[in-house]
Structures are given as structure tokens and as C-alpha cells.
């Protein structure tokens, strides 16, 4: 298994503004993701993060909206820049290890004014 | 491409009755299936997966799901539903020896005393 810690749990940001969210594990894992979830609605893979290399996005997700660091092979950052309304959401970490499930964080609920 | 469907978005039951939630996939290859729920202000906990081996997996709280894959479903299934078990349930496939967990919409549970 894999224990995630991520922060902040919650953020109320102006518009404009940029919001760095945190995600570490408890141990080393290959493939981290971050996901978007709308309230009540379902999970939408925004990239994967990498280590030693770019993350890779996924249609409709660029790196200079959502830019994201892997330093190493238990942590990793998503930024989301320049926030409008329209990016109030539920971010998610996620990490799988080999064939197994894939594990959460609690999630960050950003809200933009 | 991989894709899930869940088909309800809501299924209402009384406490002591079965539950089930419905999922359909899509997937080239044999497929890797997994079942999430949510409870409010929370991220996703693991309940169960289907990976090989016998088509009737048992996880979590007393959920099971059956794998069929001449219908290419993995439904989940609870004998008695508790009050406790009303959240939000999502699906998820990924390809073997995929990376990219795609998941369903969702369906919330509501289990009625």
C-alpha cells in the first residue's frame, strides 16, 4: 500500500493567482498522477508526472496552465496558474505501484473567487 | 481506447437490502478492474479489483464484483446494504500493463433506514 499526504486540503484563491499543491508518498514510486474532480462528478486524469523527465499531459491539460514538478521519486507538485472560477475543483494525487491499485490523497478543494 | 460506463447515476436502496452498482468496459487487451468509493470531503478509498484468476472478487466492507467478459461488466455487488455504505462509487479499467486508470461517472448510493 501507499499512504499520500497532500496540502493544502483546502484553498479559497483570487483570481489571477497560482496555487501549488503538495503531494508525498510514504515510499518510492515509479508513476505519480494528478487528477481533477468536479464535485460529484467523476476523476479526470491531468497528467503524469515523471521523474527525470516531463510530465506527460493528456488532451486538453498544457503544462503552462498546469505545471508540475517530480524531484524525486516520493514527491511531487501541481501548480494551477492563473486561476479563473472556471478551475474550482477537487485535485487529486494519485501513485500506482506495478500491477497494483492505485492509491489517493485526500484531495485539495480549491475554490476560485 | 479504454473507456467505463456506469449506467446509473443514483441507486436508492433500504438498509438490509442487496445493493448493486452497474459497470461496462471497454478495453483492448484483458483489462485490470477496479472499484472506488467516496465518501463526502474525502478521496477515493479501494474496495476491490479483478486482475486474473476467479471471475468473483471479494474486497472491502463485504463488496464483491463479478467479472464477466463476454458482457464485459464488472458489477458491484453487496448482499445487505448498510446506511454506512451511502457514497459515491466509481468504476476504473486500465489495460494490462497500462498505466492510465480511466474511470466511470460514478454512481451515488443512497441506502434509506
Known amino acids: 500500500s501507499a499512504v499520500i499526504s497532500q496540502k493544502p486540503s483546502r484553498d479559497i484563491c483570487q483570481r489571477g493567482t497560482s496555487l501549488t499543491i503538495q503531494c508525498q508518498v510514504d515510499s518510492q514510486v515509479t508513476m505519480m498522477f494528478w487528477y481533477r474532480q468536479q464535485p460529484g462528478q467523476s476523476l479526470t486524469l491531468i497528467a503524469t508526472a515523471n521523474q527525470g523527465s516531463e510530465a506527460t499531459y493528456e488532451s486538453g491539460f498544457v503544462i503552462d496552465k498546469f505545471p508540475i514538478s517530480r524531484p524525486n521519486l516520493t514527491f511531487s507538485t501541481l501548480t494551477v496558474s492563473n486561476m479563473s472560477p472556471e478551475d474550482s475543483s477537487i485535485y487529486l494525487c494519485s501513485v500506482r505501484k506495478g500491477d497494483t491499485e492505485a492509491f489517493f490523497g485526500q484531495g485539495t478543494r480549491l475554490t476560485v473567487v | 481506447a479504454q473507456s467505463v460506463a456506469q449506467p446509473e447515476d443514483q441507486v436508492n436502496v433500504a438498509e438490509g437490502n442487496p445493493l448493486t452498482v452497474k459497470c461496462t468496459y471497454s478495453?483492448?487487451?484483458?483489462?485490470?478492474l477496479f472499484w472506488y468509493v467516496q465518501y463526502p470531503n474525502r478521496g477515493l478509498q479501494f474496495l476491490l479489483k479483478?486482475?486474473?484468476?476467479?471471475?468473483l472478487v471479494k474486497g472491502s466492507y463485504g463488496f464483491e464484483a463479478e467479472f464477466n467478459k463476454s458482457q464485459t461488466s464488472f458489477h458491484l455487488k453487496k448482499p445487505s446494504a448498510l446506511v454506512s455504505d451511502s457514497a459515491l462509487y466509481f468504476c476504473a479499467v486500465i489495460k494490462a500493463a497500462g498505466n492510465k486508470l480511466t474511470f466511470g461517472g460514478g454512481t451515488r448510493v443512497l441506502v434509506k433506514p
Open positions: 479483478y486482475i486474473t484468476g476467479d471471475n
Open positions: 478495453v483492448s487487451g484483458n483489462p485490470y
